[in-house]
């Protein structure tokens, strides 16, 4: 009897074992988005000036003294001699692969290249060159694909960056895997890299004089004396300046999470994250102290301040989070206790900046709204100007003259007389 159900029970367990093995192994068969890699070699060579380049993909925008600096996104920097705001005149293009931000401090250029921060000599804009560059500095990052309804693949930072996506059919035996089954890495989406920098020397920073540029409300860089302070998604970045055409990092330190935006005002560093403005004491730019905090519901949202307000927009939607858009007007006269003053409703805000009383607010598809922002309580009552036929991303103003850029290109304005501000000249995307 025993030998009997020894004998019985040899081949039941071996169908176990087989439906065991087996019934958590399937095959697929799907689209995939291959990396394309550019080596570390060619990536740290490819800095310099090339030949024009249409705009394609604004990103952010700059500017120093004459010149004016439009980002092409993940490309490199467009310059352009602005001498004369009615007719900017094309210099040339400085390719820096993997650029979102840069400052220009006296006659360097400050740009992230993927994983480096390159200095680049602009003495001559037209004969742009690299002078320096620290490596390894920022988080390993990807590209974001024009079409996301595909899987990423794995990625193999020995390979070198990504600079871009192929897509391919892909047949893989999956064995009880839970997706995504890629490694993720940090990466800088269209709003974690254009929505989400620069506040570097942003009208009210603590840098004066013609020494630093300008930068606008979507900054993670800026400039403090001698150094270059920037933000990724959660850490601090210190980097002394004092030798020009050798940066170095002096420190960094994870100060928080979803920060999207940088604005320096005074001794005080003013952060636009995911859920609030924070606000940091730079007096020790080694350790940045933390202050206090304005919390608002989730969404993506850049910061200015003039004369003790800050001005901050919320946008809701995709990455973003919830579905307000808005406007909050804040007191920070005590850091230690901002106050809110009031709310407006926006549709879909991305950068603004402040001069004196007046407010330029980029509304996303609903275009350039100017306001008289001298009685915080009745801003939406008082606006001076609309501009509804573009899709307005981020501006600088300059006293009388306006730098605004937006998904179709970039615009500048004359608002010298506020009652009658004007379009003076344009650089519009290539179709």
């Not at 006659?107 to 680049?120: H, P």
């Not at 942003?202 to 004066?208: D, Y």
């Not at 949202?301 to 995709?318: F, K, M, S």
């Not at 230690?336 to 598809?365: A, E, H, Q, W």
Request: hydrophobic share 35%.
């Amino acid at each position: 009897m025993r030998n009997s159900i020894k004998h019985n029970l040899i081949p039941f367990l071996m169908l176990v074992l087989m439906f065991s093995a087996c019934k958590d192994k399937f095959t697929e068969q799907y689209l995939e988005l291959e990396p394309v890699y550019m080596g570390y070699q060619e990536f740290r060579m490819s800095v310099k000036m090339v030949t024009q380049q249409d705009l394609a993909k604004p990103g952010k925008i700059y500017t120093k003294d004459a010149y004016l600096f439009i980002n092409e996104r993940m490309k490199g920097i467009h310059v352009y001699n602005n001498a004369n705001p009615a007719s900017p005149q094309y210099v040339g293009f400085i390719n820096i692969p993997g650029n979102v931000d840069i400052v220009v401090r006296n006659n360097v250029m400050y740009a992230d290249s993927y994983i480096d921060l390159v200095a680049i000599d602009i003495t001559n804009p037209a004969q742009a060159k690299e002078v320096g560059r620290i490596k390894g500095i920022f988080p390993y990052s990807v590209p974001p694909s024009d079409d996301t309804s595909y899987r990423q693949g794995q990625v193999d930072d020995t390979k070198g960056v990504v600079v871009g996506w192929n897509v391919k059919t892909v047949r893989k035996e999956i064995n009880n895997a839970n997706y995504p089954i890629y490694p993720i890495y940090y990466g800088y989406s269209l709003n974690t890299k254009m929505d989400a920098l620069s506040s570097s020397s942003a009208p009210g920073s603590s840098t004066t004089g013609s020494a630093a540029g300008v930068g606008g409300s979507m900054a993670r860089f800026g400039l403090t004396g001698n150094n270059l302070v920037a933000v990724d998604n959660h850490t601090y970045y210190n980097v002394n300046l004092s030798d020009a055409n050798n940066p170095k990092l002096e420190s960094q330190s994870q100060i928080n999470w979803g920060i999207e935006t940088m604005f320096l005002y005074s001794k005080y560093m003013f952060l636009g994250t995911t859920t609030g403005m924070l606000i940091y004491d730079l007096s020790d730019l080694n350790k940045p102290t933390y202050i206090s905090s304005f919390w608002h519901a989730t969404g993506c949202d850049p910061v200015v301040v003039e004369n003790n307000t800050a001005y901050v927009t919320i946008r809701g939607g995709n990455i973003c989070g919830s579905n307000i858009n808005r406007l909050d007007v804040l007191d920070v006269t005590n850091v230690l206790k901002p106050k809110l003053i009031r709310s407006y409703n926006m549709d879909n805000p991305y950068g603004l900046g402040i001069s004196g009383d007046i407010l330029f607010v980029c509304d996303g598809t609903s275009g350039l709204k100017v306001y008289d922002a001298s009685d915080p309580w009745l801003i939406s009552e008082h606006i001076l100007a609309s501009f509804p036929k573009i899709q307005a991303y981020d501006v600088i103003p300059l006293g009388t003259s306006l730098l605004m850029i937006g998904n179709d290109g970039f615009y500048q304005y004359d608002y010298s007389n506020v009652n009658n501000i004007k379009q003076i000249s344009s650089i519009l995307v290539k179709k």
